[in-house]
């Protein structure tokens, strides 16, 4: 232990000139972001950090950075490389921060153990592997934050990428927009469901335009939809299927079953009305046919 | 012994589940409907589910064999009132029950049997 409180120790004598040094570095420092970061943040940062490295290192030892010692050196990193990988600083120049500490630490070691090159081999060693792990855990935070980020926009997305619209009375339509998979056919029946026992709908028009390719996944997932729907009470039409997919399905060999298919959502919409009793009639002026409006219910 | 009332509506009977299905009861509703449609000679059943919210893969099938009894007697069977989370259950356990008719509701599962009986007098 006596050569891990020797860094330590140093850090603890010398915080001061090294927070200097090591400042001075990372604004040298080609990865230095001074359009991300002010100088001032920067200074703030590196002084909170190497003081909780020199309180943590006296407690714990520099051996290991998991103990409890070294919780708020660890809060400290994690809170750092989370604000830094929202600023967008890549995984590198967030690492940069601890990797930069490395050469005033041992520009101040050299400089005590003039003479002893042994001694300063050993502290050399000790001192890098101490960095590293800190640069470790750093640039791990980074990715986790990075991933929280990216795991946060998929629910995003999946909220805002399964509307229901009422197209009239009776009818709800569902426009489905890019790659079905498992998660996303899950919510997209929940929330079609749900809105036929809210609107008590008794048509869903299911429209794929927007879906890229179907495969026989995606279908037997749209086939799920149909069932679950035809449970419920309601008739399903799925429409917007395009020339390439029609011959996809065929050549898959998937069975639609009854489930009516159309080419284009006004198709859809016109079978669907004419299921609801509804009808749209074209251009006949109110006068010549009084009381017949553009719609009628039967 | 706990039992799920059978109503006689005209022509037709109605079956309201309120309470938690287990398989006892679910044996000894297929007895008496079974019974009822034969003694009634009704034309129509409505299963009206809308207050079971949890259903396994025996109430399931108890729904199909139900509705295929009644088939047998000359009566439809029409499932009103599947909650959501129901329906996406049944499909999971590859029970779409292919052959059972639907509705939202009492109002439209009648509606139905109605226009079914119409159409079968005419």
């Not at chain 1, 008590?200 to 939809?225: N, Y």
């Not at chain 1, 729907?229 to 069975?255: E, F, K, W, Y």
């Not at chain 1, 009854?258 to 959502?265: F, G, I, P, Q």
């Not at chain 2, 399931?60 to 007697?73: H, K």
Request: hydrophobic residues 45%; proline residues 3%.
């Amino acid at each position: 232990m006596k050569s891990a409180s020797r860094v330590a120790g140093l850090i603890k004598h010398h915080e001061k000139d090294l927070l200097g040094d090591w400042i001075k570095e990372q604004l040298g420092a080609a990865s230095m972001r001074g359009d991300l970061l002010k100088e001032a943040d920067l200074r703030e940062q590196s002084r909170a950090f190497l003081s909780a490295v020199q309180e943590a290192s006296q407690k714990g030892g520099i051996d290991s950075i998991d103990g409890p010692a070294w919780e708020n050196v660890r809060q400290i990193l994690a809170e750092l490389s989370k604000s830094r990988a929202l600023a967008g600083f890549s995984p590198a120049e967030t690492a940069m921060f601890v990797f930069s500490l490395k050469q005033p630490l041992f520009a101040r070691l050299s400089k005590d153990l003039k003479g002893d090159a042994e001694a300063l081999g050993d502290e050399l060693w000790n001192a890098t592997v101490f960095i590293d792990k800190l640069g470790l855990y750093t640039t791990e935070m980074h990715q986790k934050s990075r991933e929280s980020v990216i795991e946060r926009q998929q629910t995003e997305l999946l909220e805002l990428s399964t509307p229901v619209v009422e197209l009239w009375d009776d009818i709800v339509a569902l426009p489905l927009v890019g790659t079905l998979d498992s998660n996303r056919t899950q919510i997209v029946m929940e929330t079609l469901l749900q809105k036929i026992v809210q609107t008590g709908a008794s048509i869903a028009i299911i429209d794929i335009t927007g879906v890229p390719t179907v495969d026989t996944l995606v279908a037997q997932h749209l086939l799920k939809t149909v069932a679950a729907t035809r449970l419920m009470g309601a008739d399903c039409i799925i429409s917007g299927i395009r020339p390439q997919i029609a011959q996809t399905i065929v050549h898959l060999g998937v069975n639609l079953g009854e489930v009516t298919t159309k080419a284009t959502l006004a198709d859809a919409f016109q079978v669907a009305l004419k299921r609801a009793g509804a009808k749209i009639m074209k251009g006949v002026p109110a006068q010549e046919k009084a009381g017949d409006g553009d719609a009628e219910r039967a | 012994m706990e039992r799920i009332p059978i109503l006689k509506m005209g022509p037709f009977l109605l079956v309201t589940i309120q309470v938690d299905m287990h398989d006892q009861l679910a044996i000894t509703l297929q007895d008496d409907l079974t019974n009822r449609i034969a003694k009634e000679r009704s034309r129509g059943v409505l299963l009206d589910i809308s207050a079971l919210d949890v259903v396994d893969s025996f109430i399931g099938r108890m729904i199909a064999n139900i509705s295929g009894m009644a088939r047998v007697l000359d009566a439809v069977t029409v499932v009103v009132g599947m909650q959501p989370a129901v329906a996406i259950t049944l499909v999971e356990l590859g029970l779409p029950l292919e052959g059972v008719h639907t509705a939202l509701n009492v109002e439209k599962g009648m509606e139905l049997l109605r226009r079914r009986l119409a159409a079968d007098a005419a």
